[in-house]
Nanobody, 121 residues
Framework: QVHLVESGGGSVQAGGSLTLSCVGFADTYSSHCMGWFRQPAGQEREAIAAIFGARTYYRDSVKGRFTISQDNAKNTLYLQMNSLEPEDTAIYYC????????????????WGQGTQVTVSS
């Protein structure tokens, strides 16, 4: 069983930055692909960034602005978000899955509870 807890959400003006964290309880990070999803109001949840070993993956809409990283010693996943735009407003979730394809396809085995990010213009 894997338990994921996100933190770091909040409200920020356009152009600002936020860093999300996700702490995993269990031997999560060394054996799973970890990722971040987001779900704007009224829209479907989609993967935006993932990390598996040394490889990182980004959705085009966040590429160059967001950076995913992990600290295995702390069992913590991060998402550094820069140059935030109102379109980035959403609930952000971290997720874990042994298979990167399963995670990116939107069906990871484990989810966090989500944290709200609001970007005002």
């Amino acid at each position: 069983q894997v338990h994921l807890v996100e933190s770091g959400g909040g409200s920020v003006q356009a152009g600002g930055s936020l860093t999300l964290s996700c702490v995993g309880f269990a031997d999560t990070y060394s054996s799973h692909c970890m990722g971040w999803f987001r779900q704007p109001a009224g829209q479907e949840r989609e993967a935006i960034a993932a990390i598996f070993g040394a490889r990182t993956y980004y959705r085009d809409s966040v590429k160059g602005r967001f950076t995913i990283s992990q600290d295995n010693a702390k069992n913590t996943l991060y998402l550094q978000m820069n140059s935030l735009e109102p379109e980035d407003t959403a609930i952000y979730y971290c997720a874990a899955d042994p298979d990167p394809r399963g995670l990116w396809a939107g069906s990871p085995d484990y989810w966090g509870q989500g944290t709200q990010v609001t970007v005002s213009s």
